[in-house]
């Protein structure tokens, strides 16, 4: 989960850059296409294929539907909010991953993982709304946040379905089918948008951000969740991604020269101290 975190926080600093570039629906459905080939393949190589696998297929469409929102939900609300802010929206994951986890698997939250979840929930709006709290008490969340929020929402449900819907399928089957399903779904779904675009004309940076996307922070990065979820808490899981606003800085500072503002430093820091209190056993 610790690579999960930082593979994930390179697609918020790339999407921002090819978000403007291409529909969002496009490049989701690219991308889920290209990851599926590449988990098929090395699933191919190590597990095979097990018919058994394919009991239920409507479990893989559930979960590829969810997964396929949340990456439709990402682009569009890149169009308008920052990096940064994105990621810390991404950071309320968690808060809901522990509710779902307790309506789907009456998976329970003690104190110290409470007090750390809502450690990370207020870190999170801290970066939201850049420290002002009369931003905060008015609620004036941007149109960017407000959209990928409800995609982060579908994200959360998915980590606690995968426990609940598996049934002994090793994960890099598991993921596959998932990725076909969620392709399967995408090609319905943005069929028109696929087709509309003018791919031989799209811009290095997009290119670059699609197989990106498509490798590190789609194939590998659903392969590392669906592995930790079989073996953690769905809260535990998605704990992590308390660190991908610290990612994110590192990632805008090597790719523009940015820093965010100091304001945010705090909202960072109590999403670190979420992380720690998550952690200790």
């Known amino acids: 989960m610790l690579g999960f975190s930082a593979l994930v926080a390179g697609s918020f600093s790339l999407g921002k ?45 559930a979960l590829g539907a969810l997964m396929a929102a949340y990456f439709v939900l990402m682009f ?8 940064v802010s994105t990621a810390a929206v991404f950071t309320l ?8 986890g307790w309506l789907l698997l009456r998976q329970r939250t003690g104190a110290r993982m409470a007090l750390a979840l809502a450690l990370g929930a207020a870190g999170a709006l801290w970066v939201i709304f850049r420290g002002d709290l009369a931003a905060l ?31 002994g399928e090793p994960a890099i089957v ?38 990106y996307v498509s490798v590190a922070a789609t194939a590998a990065t659903f392969f590392l969740v669906q592995y930790a979820a079989l073996r953690l808490p769905a809260a535990k899981v998605m704990a992590y991604t308390y660190l991908v606003p610290s ?32 952690l200790k056993e």
Do not use: Q, S
């Open 174 to 211: 598991f993921t596959f089918w998932t990725m076909v399903a969620g392709t399967v779904a995408m090609l319905v779904w943005g069929g028109p948008a696929l087709l509309a675009t003018d791919w031989a004309a799209l811009p290095g940076v997009v290119w670059v951000t699609l197989g």
């Open 137 to 167: 008490i008015r609620l004036e969340v941007g149109r960017g946040e407000a959209i990928y929020f409800w995609g982060c929402a579908a994200h959360a449900l998915y980590a606690a379905l995968v426990r609940k819907l598996n049934r």
């Open 247 to 278: 990612w994110v800085i590192l990632w805008e500072l090597a790719l523009h020269g940015t820093v965010p503002a100091a304001l945010v430093a705090p909202g960072v820091g109590l999403t670190c101290v979420a992380l720690a209190l998550l």
């Open 93 to 100: 994951t968690p808060v809901m991953a522990a509710g779902f």
């Open 17 to 61: 850059l090819a978000a403007p570039l291409i529909d969002p629906a496009a490049i989701t459905a690219a991308r889920f296409a290209v990851a599926a080939v590449l988990v098929g393949a090395v699933a191919g190589l190590t597990r095979g294929f097990p018919r058994a696998a394919l009991a239920a297929p409507w479990r893989y469409l």
């Open 76 to 83: 569009e609300g890149l169009k308008t909010a920052t990096a």
